[in-house]
């Protein structure tokens, strides 16, 4: 950003500010950070809670969907970060490029002009995400106290200022107050902090559209600041069996691993609003795992009985791929292995009558190796490449081979995760798999389906990928390649915005993701279904560092 200045550091180890000033009771404080503040709770997410604006004023109003038609909107999001509270502060008043890891809106921002110790003039700027949330550049004063009590408050309003104009791209929007407050909470074995984020715009602040869209956009906003902040701390430190520690306001401070417990948010919500200053410490605001690596991943890579006929058959050769398979259930970092085909639904015969689903069963094709690629280019065609896996393992006989190459653009840098699914049996023209290795693009782009879930992962990260089935190719940029033993899909993740945002909270926190991806061909008729899985992948914490070059085309 223009006129950036020498105080941009690295958002935790060399916070911007010297440190929240220590005030007296009679300094006053912003409204929303006071005991007599007013806050009914309004949705529980994971562990996650918003919280609306309950003042007097605010009450005229029905809910918090009617308060920007009021003129403006105040909402809270709070949860409990598994850090220090100088630690959490550092982190969320850092303007450097690693704040993008946590915060998901956060494109920018400098230091225009410090005024002292622990207040001075920023400037932020926040990319548009869909069509509710507006890119814009904020001019603001910020403030750091730590008043009476122990908490730390970062107070933030719009301001003006000579050496702030609006940035290019960009529009101006005003923030009539907001900020975070940091509480240390007591009791636990690591330090652990409640991180609460209040955020008033003022009547087209900051959102578009209708208002009810508008503020659960800005709700969402907000859960993932607080989310993406737990699984930073989460991300970076997340053993407590060998703590680390960082510099953190001149002192060493230990940062506790994230705590995993599972939360009935339905059961919160039915028990009625709740003050926020009455239910902090002892609420269970943590985040939960979901799912372990099955049984039947012990057996992956192994040709189900059900696809190779041993008798007539012979066994598929080896594949060597450059990310390892699982050797067992307990191995589970930096390799691949196969998810049980039962945690997917498919579309059952009955479907185009009833709507009914059934659970998977095996499919057709083996997962046989998985390549992690890198390079400066995207990487097309891989199943040619003389090089390669398939032209190097088959030398152009069976078995036949089905080719998913992801390619992942990362800035600069390109990445590929290829998965190779082999099968010995015939693929006749009765199969939907036939017709789509024949059909044009535009029926292959119709009918390729993906099932993706995360199995192991922060609320955060399954809230952006989600479960349901995504009609791949109208979704992204596919490329189809068809070989007389092979058929290869090459699917390009650059060409959407929403999945370039997806994969920026991915990426960093992807060493600590358990990703499980799916593969159909849509069936619509009686006589298409019931559908069959093409094959199946579960990737384990994958590391960016173990990708290769790719073989060279020629």
């Not at 005030?23 to 007599?36: I, K």
């Not at 008043?147 to 923030?175: D, E, F, M, N, W």
């Not at 009625?272 to 979901?290: I, N, P, R, V, W």
């Not at 039947?296 to 890579?301: I, L, T, V």
Request: neutral net charge; contains cysteine.
């Amino acid at each position: 950003m223009e006129g950036e200045t020498d105080t941009q550091h690295d958002s935790v180890t060399q916070p911007l500010l010297s440190g929240p000033r220590e005030t007296d009771a009679s300094e006053p404080l912003p409204s929303w950070a006071t005991p007599r503040a007013k806050w009914k709770l309004v949705k529980v997410e994971n562990g996650l809670r918003i919280f609306l604006d309950a003042s007097p004023e605010r009450k005229k109003g029905r809910g918090c969907f009617c308060c920007l038609r009021a003129g403006s909107c105040s909402l809270k999001a709070v949860g409990v970060v598994a850090a220090a509270p100088d630690t959490v502060f550092d982190l969320v008043t850092g303007l450097a490029s690693e704040r993008g890891q946590w915060d998901p809106l956060f494109d920018k921002g400098r230091v225009v002009e410090k005024i002292d110790g622990s207040t001075d003039v920023v400037q932020k700027c926040f990319r548009a995400v869909g069509t509710n949330v507006k890119a814009q550049d904020f001019c603001l004063l910020r403030s750091n106290v730590r008043p009476p009590g122990g908490s730390i408050v970062v107070s933030y309003q719009s301001t003006q200022h000579k050496k702030c104009p609006v940035q290019a791209g960009y529009a101006r929007g005003q923030l009539k107050s907001g900020g975070y407050i940091i509480t240390a909470l007591q009791g636990g074995p690591q330090p652990q902090t409640l991180l609460e984020h209040v955020v008033e715009l003022d009547e087209g602040g900051w959102l578009c559209g209708p208002p009810a869209e508008a503020v659960e956009a800005l709700q969402l906003q907000l859960l993932y600041r607080i989310a993406g902040a737990r699984e930073y701390f989460a991300a970076h430190f997340p053993t407590s069996a060998n703590p680390q520690s960082i510099e953190s306001s001149g002192q060493r401070t230990r940062l506790a691993p994230l705590v995993i417990r599972r939360v009935d948010s339905a059961r919160a919500i039915g028990s009625g609003t709740l003050d926020s200053q009455a239910s902090d410490a002892d609420a269970e605001f943590f985040d939960a795992k979901e799912g372990a690596l099955s049984e039947s991943a012990s057996e992956a890579g192994s040709p189900p009985a059900s696809l190779v006929d041993t008798a007539t058959s012979p066994s598929i050769p080896p594949f060597s791929g450059s990310v390892r398979r699982a050797s067992n259930v307990a191995d589970g970092r930096d390799c691949w292995s196969v998810p049980d085909p039962a945690g997917f639904s498919l579309r059952s015969r009955s479907y185009p009558f009833d709507g009914g689903m059934e659970r998977a069963k095996e499919p057709f094709f083996t997962l046989v190796a998985v390549d992690w690629f890198k390079s400066d280019v995207r990487m097309d065609r891989l199943a040619r490449r003389p090089g390669g896996l398939v032209n190097r393992t088959l030398k152009g006989g069976p078995p036949f081979v089905f080719v998913v190459n992801m390619q992942v653009p990362a800035g600069p840098v390109h990445y590929s995760m290829v998965y190779y699914f082999a099968s010995y049996q015939p693929i006749t023209d009765r199969m939907l798999f036939h017709a789509f290795m024949h059909g044009d693009d535009a029926y292959r782009d119709a009918r390729l389906t993906l099932l993706p879930n995360i199995p192991n992962g922060s609320w955060l990260i399954r809230q952006s990928v989600g479960s349901r089935p995504v009609p791949l190719a109208q979704v992204l940029k596919c490329r189809y390649d068809k070989g007389e033993h092979f058929f290869e899909i090459d699917v390009d993740m650059g060409t959407s915005a929403i999945v370039r945002y997806v994969l920026s909270l991915v990426l960093p926190v992807v060493t600590i993701l358990v990703v499980d991806m799916a593969f159909l061909i849509r069936g619509d008729t009686e006589e298409e279904l019931p559908e069959v899985l093409l094959g199946a992948v579960r990737l384990h914490t994958l590391e960016l560092t173990s990708a290769i070059p790719p073989p060279p085309e020629a």
